[in-house]
């Protein structure tokens, strides 16, 4: 019977550490171990960190393809002289057609259909200030139809322009005044003048002025009916 030589296994020895010099020990190796992890970890915030980053930016740049669109040219402005003599056959009294500095710009002209017996010829501006002036001229007009404009605003004094006395409404130190903020208003034979908006007294004046030789005409058409 043949004899057995017994298997001897041999232990691997702990592996030097360079930085130490000696094994770790088995609290040195969980704690590298913990470190490792924490490493990891933090790379991988990291990481995430920057694919967020970029994803916002991505998403920035793709809203300001989408929103952002080039400066569209200003609207041409509405020759309001053209439409009211396209107008003019339809109404007996003289619309009014005020000749401003070129630096004024109508943006709307409209003769609106009658209600009550009342119809209204409206021309809106931008002034040079870019501010806002609106003139409907209320031909027929009762105080109903100036209460209603004016949303029930009070006077607040008069001024003469061009030898044309205007009601002053100024209610720029309102909470909210809107296109309410400043009006003037003139009454001329059949018609009512309204000029109302946001521009300052000098651009409210430069319009009434502008308006003398219309309310005169509508004074003459008065008379001339008498």
Same mark, same amino acid.
């Given at each position: 019977?043949?004899?057995?030589?017994? /298997?001897?296994?041999? #232990?691997? =020895?702990?592996?030097?550490? $360079? @930085?130490?010099?000696?094994?770790? +020990?088995?609290? !040195?190796? &969980?704690?590298?171990?913990?470190?490792?992890?924490?490493?990891?970890?933090?790379?991988?915030?990291?990481?995430?960190?920057?694919?967020?980053?970029?994803?916002?930016?991505?998403?920035?740049?793709?809203? /300001?393809?989408?929103? #952002?669109? =080039?400066?569209?040219?200003? $609207? @041409?402005?509405?020759?309001?002289? +053209?439409?009211? !003599?396209? &107008?003019?056959?339809?109404?007996?009294?003289?619309?009014?057609?005020?000749?401003?500095?070129?630096?004024?710009?109508?943006?709307?002209?409209?003769?609106?259909?009658?209600?009550?017996?009342?119809?209204?010829?409206?021309?809106?501006?931008?002034?040079?200030?870019?501010?806002?002036?609106?003139?409907?001229?209320?031909?027929?007009?009762?105080?109903?139809?100036?209460?209603?404009?004016?949303?029930?605003?009070?006077?607040?004094?008069?001024?003469?322009?061009?030898?044309?006395?205007?009601?002053?409404?100024?209610?720029?130190?309102?909470?909210?005044?809107?296109?309410?903020?400043?009006?003037?208003?003139?009454?001329?034979?059949?018609?009512?003048?309204?000029?109302?908006?946001?521009?300052?007294?000098?651009?409210?004046?430069?319009?009434?002025?502008?308006?003398?030789?219309?309310?005169?005409?509508?004074?003459?058409?008065?008379?001339?009916?008498?």
């Amino acid at each position: 019977m043949a004899n057995k030589t017994p /298997v001897t296994t041999r #232990v691997k =020895p702990p592996a030097i550490v $360079a @930085e130490l010099g000696r094994p770790e +020990t088995p609290e !040195e190796t &969980a704690a590298r171990k913990a470190e490792n992890s924490r490493k990891h970890r933090a790379n991988q915030t990291l990481r995430n960190l920057i694919w967020s980053l970029v994803a916002s930016v991505g998403l920035m740049l793709l809203l /300001v393809i989408v929103v #952002v669109r =080039p400066s569209q040219p200003a $609207a @041409e402005p509405v020759d309001y002289a +053209t439409v009211a !003599e396209q &107008a003019q056959p339809g109404i007996d009294e003289p619309l009014a057609v005020p000749v401003l500095p070129p630096q004024w710009a109508a943006n709307s002209a409209d003769l609106g259909e009658a209600q009550d017996g009342i119809s209204t010829w409206y021309i809106g501006f931008i002034t040079p200030a870019e501010q806002f002036v609106a003139l409907s001229q209320g031909i027929g007009a009762n105080p109903t139809w100036l209460n209603t404009l004016l949303d029930q605003n009070l006077p607040t004094g008069t001024e003469t322009v061009d030898g044309i006395e205007w009601t002053l409404y100024d209610h720029r130190d309102a909470e909210d005044p809107g296109n309410l903020a400043y009006a003037m208003v003139a009454e001329a034979g059949e018609s009512t003048f309204v000029l109302y908006g946001t521009a300052d007294s000098n651009e409210f004046r430069t319009i009434a002025g502008s308006l003398s030789t219309d309310i005169q005409n509508s004074i003459d058409a008065a008379e001339g009916t008498e």
